[in-house]
């Protein structure tokens, strides 16, 4: 008896910090991250990643970093001053994944099979990207 579909996914889910620096607060990030980390317990060869660039010394860290104390196989990766794309791209290349959807740190997917759905095309070939929307 075989696997079901997708029942290895081999994709990283890049939470990306930004949006705190926009005004975005911890609890709506630590909803995220909660989130992720039940889809990572769920799905088999599911990772999860923290892509941060806020600047150091900054009043977050201490927040953040109590945060992320509570998912120990959360990867963090932090690229000071790397800004909203130079972040991320930091993220893509430490991950180890053939796929990578990314979440914001203020978002919540609405439907439970959002990874499946975008994933999909991916795996069958018919397709080199694809994007949600928020």
Known sequence: ??????????????????????????DRLRRVLEYVEQLRK??????????DA???????????ARLTLSYPR??????????????????????ATRFIAYIDSDCLPQDDGWLDHLLAPLQSGAAEVTAGTT
């Not at 060869?45 to 892509?51: D, E, F, K, N, R």
């Not at 806020?54 to 009043?59: D, F, N, V, W």
């Not at 959360?74 to 993220?91: F, I, M, P, Q």
Request: charged fraction near 15%.
């Open 1 to 26: 008896m075989g696997q079901a579909p997708n029942s290895f996914l081999d994709v990283t889910v890049i939470v990306e910090t930004y949006n705190l620096t926009e005004g975005a607060d911890f």
């Open 42 to 51: 769920q799905r088999l060869g599911v990772q999860t990643m923290l892509a």
């Open 54 to 64: 806020s600047e150091a010394g900054q009043a977050n860290d201490l927040a953040l």
């Open 74 to 95: 959360l990867r963090v990766v932090r690229v000071l001053g790397a800004g909203y794309e130079g972040v991320k791209l930091a993220a893509v290349e430490a991950a």
